[in-house]
């Protein structure tokens, strides 16, 4: 049972308590003759006790909560004073009491101390007094005893009630910490993914920068050496024709020389040649990555969908999916999202299907906001729908770029 629904099942039973009160007094007239004016009195105390009821549940000082209970055990004593060794008025309004200072009273043992403080003055005010000119009778042993029992199961009830409604919101506290950091950690394991896959082409760069230099280096002494040994072997074609060949065949070999670190160094190349991601192929390795890091079940259908829809309309559907599937994990707490793609017209529909929690209040927030004035910008149009307990969808139409699709 949640805390608001504690607190008004609390607020029934204190006004039923009322109810009950007002009825066991009237039944009360019959035996003891009160004036009319303590009968009114009486109504107008219950009334006020009442109206402190309902009050009591809304009040957020703690300065006045206590103010409030104060004065209800007073108008509680005041109320059971003239009634002698009757004791039903007193015992179904204290239980109510007891089981207030439970709930609503901050601190638990506070609560405790002050309910057992008001069933002390209700039992040690149950002496003989004189109301009206009448000497009213003292409840018997057995009476101040089953008073006493009956006040104690309603304070055992009460606790028990506090305790448990403690022990729920520390759960649910807990619980919704507990979902908070996961969804951080999801988070950050998508962005440590992200990181990763960084790195790895950032080396590759790297590495092909290295690669360049190299050839760079080595073409350039090759060629170098090659041009100096021709200009020699000029400069030996009027002379000796042996001292010619041999300087030729050193050029041939420094030439076939520089044309193999060439070949070593472009088959070792060829390996690392990245070319930028885009369109679906940006998108299936964004999924990709995404599954990993969040262990969330991705379904992508590309359909008839082009690999590259233009640059612009592909970096929007790349930050749609995105964006999408994100919101799945994060405000509809999804384990299932489908995304589906199908040309239409001279564009294509991207959907996005998740079996998150859904809402009946759905406000488009700023991730959302800023995909559909991009989408627009394009020409192509955005929808949105959701219910409690069936998910969230979107669905978008990109038109291609002049050129493709």
Known sequence: MSKNMIRIVTTILIFLAHIAAYFQFHCQIEVVSFPQDWIRNFGILLTISLMITFIIPICRKKGIL?????????????????????????????????????????????????????????????????????????????????????????????????????????????????????????????????????????AELSERKRLAREIHDTLAYTLTNLIMMLEAA????????????????????????????????????????????????????LVKTFTKATNIDVTLNMGDAPLTFGPEADLTAYRLVQEGITNAMRHGLATKIIISMACKGKGVIISIKDNGIGTSQLQTGFGLMGMRERIEKLGGELEIFSKPGEGFFLSAWLPFAEGYG
């Open 66 to 202: 206590w103010f409030l209970f104060i004065f209800k055990a007073t108008i509680l004593w005041v109320i059971g004073l003239p009634l002698g060794n009757y004791l039903g008025v007193e015992i179904t309004l204290l239980s109510s009491l007891v089981i207030e200072a439970s709930i609503y009273i901050s601190e638990l043992w506070h609560g405790v101390i002050f309910a057992f403080l008001v069933s002390v003055l209700i039992i040690v005010s149950q002496r003989t007094i004189t109301a009206w000119n009448i000497l009213m009778p003292v409840p018997s042993t057995h009476d101040l005893i089953s008073m006493i029992v009956y006040v104690g199961m309603v304070f055992v009830l009460g606790v028990f009630l506090r305790i448990q409604n403690n022990s729920q919101i520390s759960y649910a506290e807990l619980n919704q910490k507990l979902h908070e950091a996961s969804l951080n950690l999801a988070q950050a394991n998508l962005q440590l993914q992200e990181y990763a896959v960084m790195a790895e082409q950032q």
């Open 234 to 285: 000029l400069d030996l074609t009027k002379g000796d024709r042996k001292t010619l060949i041999e300087h030729l065949v050193l050029a041939r070999d420094q030439a076939k020389a520089g044309l193999s670190e060439v070949r070593r160094a472009l088959q070792a190349l060829r390996p690392t040649e990245i070319a930028e991601m885009t369109g679906l192929k940006a998108i299936f390795h």
